[in-house]
């Protein structure tokens, strides 16, 4: 009898030893790049005033001309924000936007800013149009979450991490020094890890990313433990830790139902 059929076998063997990728999405999302562009969000400072003093330079800077701002005086007697003027009417209009993050570039006072989320969409253009109410971070610091919008814990942790990378002027020497105001409910971000190895991975977001994305690093960037052999039997692990979590997760919630019957 002619074993040929064995090598249709070839490449589940070849898988099986491979780490799986597949997830449960939304449920579970993948950590995302610490540079990604998402929905801006304005931000700010730790004492709960507005940063935004309604200078206008990010609409101005805008290539696709979808901002629109209006300043005005801060009242005396209750200030929005520190500067003379503070951003009174801010609109970003989603369906133009290329999220290019100028924006954020131009911003003098680090009001706007990215965060990763890219998990919304819209069913009319006045949803698209995002007004300075649903920009401008709650009490607690955090972005609001709209109804059209997947917002998960930790979603809201990482925001605009490459302006945290270097100074305003970009010089490399400045890596890794902080260079920007607190913000409302997270205080100092901390300076996004780069090439000079003074960096703390695991404040700002690289940590899971580095853990997910071993194929697309430089060798010396994968951890240790995630290397070869070792590498495989701590997959091997983690997997088996997995279905064991899920199979006790399925016999309490039989359990449950049992007892509710
Ligand atoms: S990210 Fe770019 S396109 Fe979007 S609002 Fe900012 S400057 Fe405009
Ligand atoms: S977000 Fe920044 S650049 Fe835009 S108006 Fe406010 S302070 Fe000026």
Same mark, same amino acid.
């Given at each position: 009898?002619?074993?040929?059929?064995?090598g249709?076998? *070839?490449?589940?063997?070849?898988?099986?030893g491979?780490?799986?990728?597949t997830?449960q999405?939304?449920?579970? *999302?993948m950590?995302?790049?610490?540079?990604?562009?998402?929905?801006?969000?304005?931000?700010?400072?730790?004492?709960? /005033?507005?940063?935004?003093?309604?200078?206008?330079?990010?609409?101005?800077?805008?290539?696709?001309?979808?901002?629109?701002?209006?300043?005005?005086?801060?009242?005396?007697?209750?200030?929005?924000?520190?500067?003379?003027?503070?951003?009174?009417?801010?609109?970003?209009?989603?369906?133009?936007?290329?999220?290019?993050d100028?924006?954020?570039? %131009?911003?003098?006072?680090?009001?706007?800013?990215?965060?990763?989320?890219?998990?919304?969409?819209?069913?009319?253009?006045?949803?698209a149009?995002?007004?300075?109410?649903?920009?401008?971070?709650?009490?607690?610091?955090?972005? *609001?979450?709209?109804?059209?919008?997947?917002?998960?814990?930790?979603?809201?942790?990482?925001?605009s991490?490459? /302006?945290?990378?270097?100074?305003?002027?970009?010089?490399?020497?400045?890596?890794?020094?902080?260079?920007?105001?607190?913000?409302?409910?997270y205080?100092? +971000?901390?300076?996004?890890?780069?090439?000079?190895g003074?960096?703390?991975?695991?404040?700002?977001?690289? /940590?899971?990313?580095?853990?997910?994305?071993?194929?697309?690093?430089?060798?010396?960037?994968?951890?240790?433990?995630? +290397?070869?052999?070792?590498?495989? /039997?701590?997959?091997?692990?983690?997997?088996?830790? *997995?279905?064991?979590?899920?199979?006790?997760? %399925?016999?309490?919630?039989?359990?449950?139902a049992?007892?509710?019957?």
């Amino acid at each position: 009898m002619s074993l040929e059929f064995l090598g249709g076998f *070839k490449l589940t063997f070849e898988h099986l030893g491979r780490r799986r990728v597949t997830r449960q999405y939304p449920d579970e *999302k993948m950590p995302k790049q610490p540079r990604q562009h998402g929905r801006h969000v304005l931000n700010r400072y730790e004492d709960g /005033m507005e940063k935004c003093i309604g200078c206008e330079l990010c609409a101005g800077v805008c290539p696709a001309d979808c901002i629109y701002v209006r300043g005005l005086d801060n009242p005396p007697d209750h200030p929005v924000s520190p500067g003379e003027r503070y951003g009174y009417i801010y609109e970003i209009n989603y369906l133009r936007c290329i999220h290019c993050d100028l924006c954020v570039e %131009a911003c003098p006072t680090e009001a706007i800013t990215e965060s990763k989320l890219f998990e919304f969409s819209f069913v009319n253009r006045a949803d698209a149009i995002y007004t300075r109410d649903e920009l401008l971070v709650d009490d607690a610091g955090k972005p *609001k979450a709209l109804a059209w919008e997947d917002w998960r814990e930790g979603d809201d942790l990482h925001t605009s991490g490459w /302006m945290r990378a270097t100074a305003p002027s970009g010089a490399a020497a400045y890596e890794g020094e902080v260079h920007w105001s607190g913000e409302l409910g997270y205080g100092v +971000r901390a300076p996004e890890g780069g090439q000079s190895g003074r960096r703390d991975d695991a404040r700002t977001g690289m /940590m899971p990313l580095r853990d997910v994305m071993e194929a697309h690093l430089v060798p010396d960037d994968i951890p240790i433990e995630h +290397r070869g052999i070792r590498g495989k /039997m701590l997959r091997a692990q983690e997997s088996a830790q *997995k279905k064991r979590a899920k199979l006790t997760a %399925a016999r309490r919630r039989r359990a449950e139902a049992k007892a509710h019957r």
